[in-house]
């Protein structure tokens, strides 16, 4: 019998040798894995200075490139030229429309900058229902416009993408749009005292809905995939109106609208908010038992809230409907932290409710009646348990969670049908008259 060593040397030698006619048959049949390009570049270390600084530049040479590649005004206003020069008749109103033929015409025309729109591929897509089977010129060239501006606009992102990893940190968005505020017209109004406050209320919007997992850091991919970019940069219109201005988060009435609820409710002067300072938010009826969730779950100092935090709490009441939101408030609402919502979590949430309606002289609400509203407005998957997800695609989170936590809203949905009747009434005098 062969010893055990005996037994491991000869397992060893067969191996290396089997090992080495099967690395040599792969040699002698394919050489092109011994030339695989180099694809993994480490990143250099903070001390190595010299190799940050070559990255930086090498990134901004590039950068450089990528924006020459770009159509620039000029470029933009000869190819709207030669597209109206080459358009098909007839037209279709007022609307100028071209075939694949003259499509193409121009395509060569138009320069080497240009080529990538030329393609049967995007012709195809801007076409429609036209008999003639041409594209309308204005939505062509609108295509070459809004990618020349992604392009431009990520160009520009990716200028304060200091780790050069394709996201942006808060601090990289907060330059950002502390040296896009001068470009914008509709802000000139600003004092340069309040700008600090005005970029801390821009970039939380980006952050609340963009960052749900609050890793402190957005894709450069999608900022550019959001509307959010579109709101801020739709304050370049100088004749922007009140009403689009309103709407507008990133406007200067709405950030001055925020702030300005902030200080009010911050009565004793210190810059933050107590628990029962913010109570006096919106209507005043939010429930004490999830205003002590708000300050168990989210950032406070000492036990009162900042501005930063506090536009979290802002963004999740103002935009209920959207995904982002209800995470939030679903997460102050799962008491249990189990991920999902039971009937315990219900009642104690709606306890709080019916003890308000008490205390206004309201008859309470049978807490039996509103957990089977609930269940069957939602419709979970499992007919005991509300998930998040179950929330979202009810598409009634936004009225599920004002039950639960402001009586006010409450109230608006126990009266839906009272309101209806008086709104129907209200348009019928408007008609009358």
Known sequence: KKSEQELKDEEMELFTKYYMEWKGGRTSGNTSYT?????????????????????????????????????DNEELQNLW?????????????EEAMINYENFLKVGEKAGPK???????????????NDPYGRISIMQFFNYVMRKVWLHQTRIGLSLYDVAGQ????????????????????????????????????????????????????IKIQDILACSFLDDLLELRDEELSKESQETNWFSAPSALRVYGQYLNLDKDHNGMLSKEELSRYGTG?????????????????????????????????????????????FKLLDIENK?????????????????????????????QD??????????????????????????????VTSILIDLNGFWTYENREVLVASDNDSAADVDET
């Open 35 to 71: 030339n695989i390009p180099r694809f993994y570049y480490r990143l250099p270390a903070e001390d190595e200075v010299l190799l940050q600084k070559l990255r930086e530049e090498s990134r901004a040479v590039f950068l450089q490139r990528k924006s020459r590649e770009l159509l």
């Open 285 to 329: 009826t939010l429930t004490n038992i999830f205003l002590d969730r708000v300050f168990q779950e989210c950032l406070t100092y000492d036990g009162e809230m900042d501005y930063k935090t506090y536009l979290d709490f802002v963004l999740a009441l103002e935009n209920r409907k959207e995904p982002a939101a209800l995470q939030y408030i």
């Open 166 to 217: 394709g996201y942006l940190r808060e601090s990289d968005l907060e330059n950002y749009i502390l040296e896009l505020i001068p470009t914008l017209p509709q802000l000139d109004g600003l004092e340069k005292s309040f700008y600090s406050f005005y970029v801390c209320t821009a970039v939380r919007k980006f952050f609340f809905f963009l960052d749900p997992l609050r890793t402190g850091k």
């Open 114 to 128: 240009c080529k990538q729109f030329f393609t049967a591929k995007i012709f195809a897509k801007l076409l429609h």
């Open 370 to 399: 509103v957990k089977d509203e609930i269940f069957d407005m939602v419709k979970p998957k499992d007919p005991y348990k509300i998930s998040l997800q179950d929330l979202i695609n009810s598409s009634q989170g936004d009225t």
């Open 339 to 367: 991920g999902y919502l039971n009937v315990f979590s219900l009642n104690y949430f709606f306890r709080a409710i019916q003890e308000q309606m008490k205390i206004h002289g309201q008859e309470p609400v049978s807490f």
């Open 81 to 93: 030229f030669l597209l109206d020069k080459h358009q098909t008749s007839p037209m279709i109103g």
